[in-house]
């Protein structure tokens, strides 16, 4: 009886190893535990998992914490606090997160603005400048726009960034139908959704590489944006990767 749970811990210990270096090293045991469901079929309890891992000696990586600041100006447009913290949805396109975070590379800086549908967390539209304006936020919303969904009603969700307190942000959302909300001002907490996706695409997409240019940059974030809607599972999802979620809930 021993041997054989020896036997079973070595088994264990060799899958977990090679789930954890498939995935160069990023992630602590709740997501190897899913990892192992989706690319194995091995459901594992998570103390064991946690086990093994530091029996191994392996571990994730510790997220970076993050400053937030915002730049308005006097006379910019600031909306109310729609969603509340309410990062729920029962179908697509009922509420929308949006926002800008930046990623230095030697002494230049590239700026990412993303849209995550809360439905099921996916990224439905991104776009990538050398620029932190308003034209990286409107091609953003315009990249939304040009997969033909219906809006009506959608609450989209932003900090008070100078880029969504815009003229010319606040006359584009309601010609679709779609409602503007707004962080209180220096509360990261009212859009922690997005800003918890930010911090993941950088410690697993972004921190573990040497990446030496922006063109390089940008396909990290490309690849891991793809990686991340298509593969990456998520234990608020039934444990399945937020497109294939969205595909079985709408069949």
């Given amino acids: 009886m021993k041997r054989k749970g020896t036997d079973r811990d070595q088994e264990a210990k060799a899958l977990i190893q090679k789930v954890y270096e498939r995935y160069n090293g990023v992630y602590g045991y709740r997501q190897i535990q899913l990892f192992l469901l989706q690319d194995h079929g091995v459901w594992m309890n998570h103390k064991k998992v946690l086990r093994i891992m530091q029996d191994l000696g392996i571990r994730s990586r510790i997220r970076r914490k993050h400053r937030f ?27 929308w997160v949006t926002d800008i975070t930046q990623y230095r590379i030697g002494e230049k800086w590239l700026y990412l603005s993303a849209i995550k ?24 919303f315009q ?10 009603g959608l609450i989209v969700h932003s900090d008070q960034g100078f880029q969504y307190t815009s ?7 309601p010609k679709v139908g779609a409602r ?27 921190y ?13 974030i490309e690849d891991y944006i793809r990686f991340y809607n ?22």
């Fill in 230 to 251: 298509q593969h990456r599972p998520q234990r608020k999802l039934n444990k399945l990767p937020p497109v294939e979620y969205r595909k079985q809930l709408i069949a």
């Fill in 167 to 173: 003229h010319a942000y606040h006359d584009m959302l």
């Fill in 117 to 140: 549908d809360l439905f099921n967390n996916e990224i439905i539209a991104y776009q990538m400048s050398a620029r932190n304006d308003n034209e990286l936020v409107l091609r953003t």
């Fill in 208 to 220: 573990p590489y040497d990446i030496r240019n922006i063109d390089e940059a940008q396909r990290k």
């Fill in 69 to 95: 600041n915002y730049a308005t100006s006097e006379g910019d447009r600031v909306a109310k606090n729609i969603l509340k913290r309410d990062f729920k949805a029962d179908a697509p396109n009922q509420k």
């Fill in 143 to 152: 990249q939304a726009w040009s997969q033909q969904k219906d809006v009506t």
């Fill in 180 to 206: 503007i909300s707004m962080s209180r001002r220096g509360n990261c907490y009212d859009n922690a959704s997005m800003e918890s996706f930010f911090s993941h695409l950088k410690t697993e997409g972004l």
